[in-house]
């Protein structure tokens, strides 16, 4: 069982940065897939980086590639995704994932364990 808690999210200006984190509980944290989604009101929730977990492999959804940024932390239980020149369409929560599955993926599916998302806002 794996329990995940975000922070970080918040309101800022496009072309601002915020830096996400997500805070995990539980054994076996250190050979979970990690990955970051992102709902917008009224859409599916969407795809948005992941990490494999030793770290040495990322994903990254088209729209966010070259913008965001994700790492993990074993030792200390963490993952981060560091959030650069956002628009508004970035705008939604943002949810960590965990999957057990030990190679990246995009698979909301087999992401099984969840937070309960953080609010991101971007104006223009």
């Known amino acids: 069982q794996v329990h995940l808690v975000e922070s970080g999210g918040g309101l800022v200006q496009a072309g601002g940065s915020l830096r996400l984190s997500c805070a995990a509980s539980?054994?076996?944290?250190?050979?979970?897939?990690l990955g970051w989604f992102r709902q917008a009101p009224g859409k599916e929730r969407e795809f948005v980086a992941a990490?494999?977990?030793?770290?040495?492999?990322?994903d990254y959804a088209d729209s966010v590639k070259g913008r965001f940024t994700i790492s993990r932390d074993n030792a200390r239980n963490t993952v981060s995704l560091q959030m650069n020149n956002l628009k508004p369409e970035d705008t939604a929560v943002y949810y960590c994932?965990?999957?057990?599955?030990?190679?990246?993926?995009?698979?909301?599916?087999?992401?099984?364990?969840w937070g309960q998302g953080t609010q991101v806002t971007v104006s223009s």
């Open positions: 994932a965990a999957s057990d599955i030990i190679i990246v993926h995009r698979i909301i599916a087999r992401y099984h364990y």
């Open positions: 539980g054994r076996s944290f250190s050979t979970y897939t």
């Open positions: 990490i494999s977990w030793t770290g040495g492999s990322t």
